[in-house]
């Protein structure tokens, strides 16, 4: 028997929606950097633009660990929001110090 069957499904759409919109906005950025549509608009913008998205991407799966966390707590969840717990906090030390 499912016991998270809800949070597999908020999880599927999260991850869904955000991936779409992420690629919506590389894509967006690649096509101001291509075509420079005005003159006072520099390319700059739209690389900015991409790396969002990537950002956005990058940020998805931490979200997801954030929502399953969540999730187990209301639960009451003890075990699987240890374990949440516990992947949380590797994935900010290695973005901490990986960026150092």
């Known amino acids: 028997m499912r016991r998270h069957g809800g949070l597999e499904q908020l999880l599927a759409r999260v991850l869904y929606l955000g991936s779409l919109l992420a ?51 209301r639960g009451r969840d003890l075990l699987f929001s240890g374990i949440s717990m516990l992947v949380l906090v590797i994935i900010v030390l290695g973005a901490t110090l990986g960026a150092a």
């Open 23 to 73: 690629c919506s906005i590389i894509t967006l950025g690649i096509i101001l950097s291509l075509f420079n549509w005005r003159k006072e608009l520099p390319s700059a913008t739209g690389m900015k633009a991409v790396t969002a998205g990537i950002s956005l991407l990058i940020f998805l799966p931490a979200l997801r660990v954030v929502l399953m966390l969540g999730a187990f707590l």
